[in-house]
């Protein structure tokens, strides 16, 4: 049995003064170690619009089973990709926060980006 979690939203995952960059991905490009470290990219970001995030969201699909995990961890800092234009976004503190019933448009995304701010 999948464990489930009681997230329909992201928004339900940040605090009050907090921003959060949300991202949706398959896994390519999503790494962390096992103390929470990682990054995830290649996001197309501007650096103006990464100021002041203080944490970011992960909604990953897993690719065979369809299953959708959530994580967040505290935004560090982001590198260039070797992607112009795009950003790698770095992370610590990686919190797994179980699966999610709600696809990506119930989460909070749209049809035409990977990626929204809460």
Do not use: C
């Amino acid at each position: 049995m999948l464990e489930k979690s009681n997230i329909r939203e992201a928004s339900e995952l940040v605090k009050p003064g907090e921003i959060a960059l949300v991202v949706f991905t398959r896994g390519m490009h999503f790494y962390h170690d096992d103390a929470g470290n990682g990054q995830t990219g290649h996001w197309v970001a501007g650096a103006n619009t990464l100021t002041g995030v203080d944490k970011v969201i992960i909604y990953r699909r897993d690719q065979t089973t369809g299953v959708n995990r959530i994580y967040i961890a505290n935004f560090l800092d982001w590198i260039d990709s070797p992607e112009e234009g795009r950003k790698i976004l770095r992370f610590s503190g990686l919190q797994d926060k179980g699966l999610t019933s709600s696809n990506w448009f119930e989460f909070g995304g749209n049809a035409f980006k990977p990626t929204f701010y809460v």
